[in-house]
């Protein structure tokens, strides 16, 4: 991964995993890996979207051949500069209260700029195709519920969901 950063970004730390398609490339970048060209233009219209409505985002790190990110064998890498602002892993270690107000005020803020741009965006994979695809890979090793149980919660929820409201969201916040 080293090698592959150095020649498509000239950057020389060694990138540390600490999500599923995201690597920390030392404390200013992350790497992250997208499944498809497709996936990686959409991932960057929603940030230019949001961005053009006062919303953080990150900032995109052209890959030295002027591209905006780089083709290999497993997917598309895009390196972005990190936000600001302190990864929250477990808030009941931390100032959980405080955590909880921040983290509606991010949450309305971001829900509101998504709900307002919307129309504009490209709609991304089916919900069910999430839901049966990187979600239940992660629940196969989750210990508070056993696969069968994630797997007939999925079903239900995928039965229904054609009939719920639904508005763009965003999982990844910052507290920048």
């Given at each position: ?91 009941f ?13 991010v949450?309305a ?5 998504l ?8 709609h ?53």
């Amino acid at each position: 991964m080293l090698e592959f950063l150095q020649r498509n970004w000239g950057l020389d730390e060694q990138p540390q995993k600490i999500a599923n398609v995201t690597w920390a490339v030392g404390s200013r970048y992350l790497l992250k890996r997208v499944g498809t060209k497709r996936a990686m233009d959409n991932n960057l219209r929603l940030t230019e979207t949001l961005r053009a409505h006062d919303v953080p985002v990150f900032s995109i790190v052209p890959a030295l051949s002027g591209d905006i990110g780089v083709s290999a064998e497993d997917g598309c890498y895009l390196v972005m500069e990190r936000l600001p602002g302190e990864h929250v892993k477990d808030v009941f270690k931390k100032e959980f209260t405080a955590i909880a107000c921040q983290t509606g005020q991010v949450t309305a803020k971001i829900h509101a700029a998504l709900l307002a741009v919307q129309a504009d965006l490209p709609h991304g994979e089916a919900f069910d195709s999430e839901l049966r695809g990187w979600i239940h890979e992660t629940l196969k090793n989750a210990e508070w519920i056993s696969l069968q149980e994630a797997e007939q919660d999925i079903g239900a929820l995928c039965a229904c969901y054609p009939d719920l409201p639904k508005q763009f969201i965003h999982r990844d916040l910052h507290y920048g």
